[in-house]
Structure formats: C-alpha cells, structure tokens
C-alpha cells in the first residue's frame, strides 16, 4: 500500500512539501500575512492563476495543484491558514493542533480580510476554496450547525471577486472524530473492512452547508466524497491508504492519485 503504515504513523505524506523549497512558510497561530510574491507554485512563467485558499484542508492539496500547474500550464496562488476554515465568523483561538481557547482569534478575522484584500488585487482566473466546515465560533462560545455555517460561507464567497469562477471543493468525508481508519489499519492489519467508516451526521450537514452555500453563490461545488466512498468509506482505495493519521486530511499519495479526476472537475474553468 501507498504510503506506508510507518510513514503514516509518524506524520508523513501531508501534501505541503512544496512549501520547504519556498520562501512562502506556515502562518502561525498569532500571524495572518504572507508575503503574496512568494507563494506562486505550478507554472510560475503562466499568466493563468489559479488561487488554492482555506485551511490545512488547501495545504493538503497543495502539492497536487503545484504539479497539475506544471502539468496544464497554470500558476498557483497559495493562501492558507491552518486551522482558520474560509466562511466568515468570529472563531475561538486555534494553535492549529487542536487547542482551542475562548479568546476571540483575531489572527483569523484578519487573515480573511488579508485573503479578500490581496483576491480583489489579483484576480485570479479560479479560485479553490478547500476548507474545513467544522467551525467552533466565539459569543457565544458554540460549534456551529449546519445553517450558520452555510450563512458564514455564503458571506465569505459573497465577498470574492466576481470575475474570477470560484470553486468549492468540498464533501470532503472527514473520519474523525468518530473513526480514524488509518488508525484502525495499524491495529488491524489483515481485517481491512472493519476499517471502514461513515460520514458522520454532523460531517454530512456541514458538507451539504457548503455545497448550498455555493449554489445560493452561483458558484462551483466539487463533491469529493466520490472520490473516497462508495455505500461506506474504505480504508484502503485501490493500493492506497487514503487518509492521514489525525483523521482530519486526505494524505499526499492519495491526493496525487486523484489528480486525474480533479482536473475534469475543474479543468474546464482554469483552460
């Protein structure tokens, strides 16, 4: 299988490594701001941009857009927060691990003004949003259902410039943290099956949050949960492992697997 259980287990094959040979680095729980110049992936000599914005949910794709701008001749604008998902709210401090505290995360609120800023500025020809929809909002201190999420998202792409075709990439069927299969596999290495896992309730809300919030945009929305499940959610997909050991991402291997099948979701809006 690709990667290895020994890869996995140790934090391995997360789909930013593009970013260690850049001078484009992570923004930390306090910071909101890169320098813009330095976070273009793909082909940098194109005068196509794709912008991948979100969270740790972008930076996971981001080595699969920097090789398909390679491949089909377009640059890609990286801009991501880890732990600060794209709709629109006022979020609990996140030092994205999973450390929440009731302190309003102003680092957050201002990286979405920067994000807007700077997409306004550029214009870029797509726009992929890939973030998590799980939000954790302050005032009161709550997780919100389904329909805030779909307001706050709904604000956000209200937000982004209209001559630029805004995709959602979502559906993603995040495991945890109900089922972590990766997990389950290092326990159970010759029961595959009983890996398997299904969406929770509250995954399957959220996903169906963004996808309303694009329509009601006008917007794109990609359903990636295809791409993982069919009746339920294996944990091995062909020779691959497909999710990352936090039980949150979709790891490298996989991601680069699917690059085929993201291309004919949203080549038609970057040609």
Request: proline fraction near 6%.
């Amino acid at each position: 299988v690709k990667p290895s259980l020994s890869i996995l287990a140790n934090n391995g094959d997360f789909g930013n490594k593009s970013l260690a040979s850049s001078a484009c680095g992570y923004i930390a729980t306090s910071a909101w701001q890169e320098n813009i110049s330095d976070c273009y992936f793909g082909d940098k000599t194109s005068k196509v941009t794709v912008a991948l914005i979100g969270d740790s949910r972008a930076s996971m794709y981001l080595d699969t857009f920097a090789s398909l701008g390679k491949l089909k001749h377009f640059r890609v604008l990286f801009i991501a927060k880890n732990a600060c998902p794209s709709p629109l709210g006022t979020y609990m401090t996140n030092n994205g691990q999973g450390k929440l505290s009731d302190a309003v995360w102003t680092a957050c609120s201002n990286f979405h003004s920067y994000v807007i800023s700077n997409l306004m500025k550029i214009r870029p020809k797509a726009i992929v949003i890939s973030s998590n929809t799980e939000i954790v909002l302050t005032d009161p201190v709550h997780k919100a259902a389904g329909p805030e999420v779909q307001t706050d998202m709904t604000a956000f792409l209200s937000k982004l410039p209209t001559k630029s075709r805004v995709i959602v990439l979502g559906g993603f069927p995040q495991p945890a943290p109900a089922a972590n299969p990766t997990l389950c596999l290092s326990r159970n290495p010759s029961n595959v099956k009983s890996c398997a896992f299904s969406p929770s309730a509250t995954t399957q809300a959220d996903n169906a949050a963004f996808a309303s919030a694009a329509t009601t945009a006008g917007d794109v929305f990609v359903n990636q949960t295809p791409w993982f499940c069919t009746s339920t959610c294996p944990a091995i997909i062909g020779r691959y492992i497909p999710y990352t050991i936090d039980a949150y991402h979709a790891n490298d291997a996989y991601l680069k697997f699917l690059s085929g099948v993201l291309w004919s979701s949203i080549g038609r809006y970057v040609k």
